[in-house]
């Protein structure tokens, strides 16, 4: 429901009485189902898995490190092919460098995790995200390639820090018989973030050059690309300030930890 009304909202406006009632019938189940599964003695969510603060501000950063994700994975193919007018084959093979690196990079993020700080290398992998993010704002019509390829590794290897460190930080926060149910939680959000990402990308991408051009925008202008170059600016504008947001999780994340130990 959150996501049908997300998208009817993008398209219908967000005062549309039935865009309304879809986030109001989606509030009255969510309410709901809290409700059943407080009071169960064996719930399908065990909502106490959220008192423990570090597992909750660790699940937030992951969440939203999948929708930035999200957001390079549904504009950059826009930009590389309506804008600059590159062969499918070659937007692919640019396309392809990010998960390449990042699958190269995670390994070792891991390994570096195991023999120092885990979250200082969760923190390096989101500074290099942030860094990524502003590097595509500066993106436009006579970006060089060596440029792309600069900020979709330094993307691919901040993601691959991030997420394989993230990942046994949220597991680590919860003792031994919650393993499944947080395995569960932690899989269930990072699917949940990738969707958003990929809502909120389009939502922020097609509002703003609906707004510069002074009416309803629901396909790329190819006429105006200037429109979309610009619309992506915000875009990425919005995942930096995700990772900056990522950012101060992890600075109350480690201010807990000090303050417990």
Not at 143 to 162: C, K, P, Q, R
Not at 166 to 185: C, F, W
Not at 197 to 203: H, K, P, Q, T
Request: with cysteine.
């Amino acid at each position: 429901l959150l996501i049908v009304g997300l998208e009817t909202g993008q398209n219908l406006g967000f005062a549309n009485l039935n865009v309304l009632i879809l986030f109001g019938i989606l509030v009255v189940i969510a309410i709901i189902f809290g409700l059943i599964e407080n009071h169960h003695s064996e719930p399908v969510l065990d909502f106490k898995l959220f008192g423990d603060k570090k597992f909750t501000l660790a699940l937030m950063a992951g969440v939203m490190v999948m929708m930035v994700n999200s957001f390079f994975d549904i504009v950059f193919p826009f930009y590389l092919q309506n804008i600059l007018h590159w062969s499918v084959g070659a937007a692919g093979l640019m396309m392809i460098s990010f998960p390449v690196i990042m699958a190269i990079s995670a390994p070792f993020g891991g390994s570096l995790g195991d023999k120092y700080s885990r979250t200082s290398i969760v923190i390096s992998g989101a500074i290099f995200l942030l860094v990524s993010q502003l590097l595509y704002i500066t993106f436009g019509f006579g970006t060089s390639i060596v440029m792309m390829i600069l900020a979709t590794a330094v993307n691919g290897i901040g993601a691959g820090l991030f997420v394989s460190n993230n990942n046994t930080l949220v597991m680590e926060s919860v003792k031994p018989h919650q393993l499944g149910i947080a395995g569960a939680v932690q899989s269930l959000l990072t699917n949940i973030g990738q969707v958003l990402g990929i809502v909120f990308a389009n939502l922020i991408l097609y509002t703003t050059m609906s707004k510069d051009a002074g009416r309803k925008i629901s396909t790329i202008p190819t006429n105006h690309p200037g429109l979309f170059v610009n619309g992506m600016h915000v875009t990425f504008i919005a995942t930096s300030l995700f990772m900056v947001l990522c950012l101060l999780i992890y600075a109350v994340r480690g201010r807990i930890k000090h303050l417990k130990a």
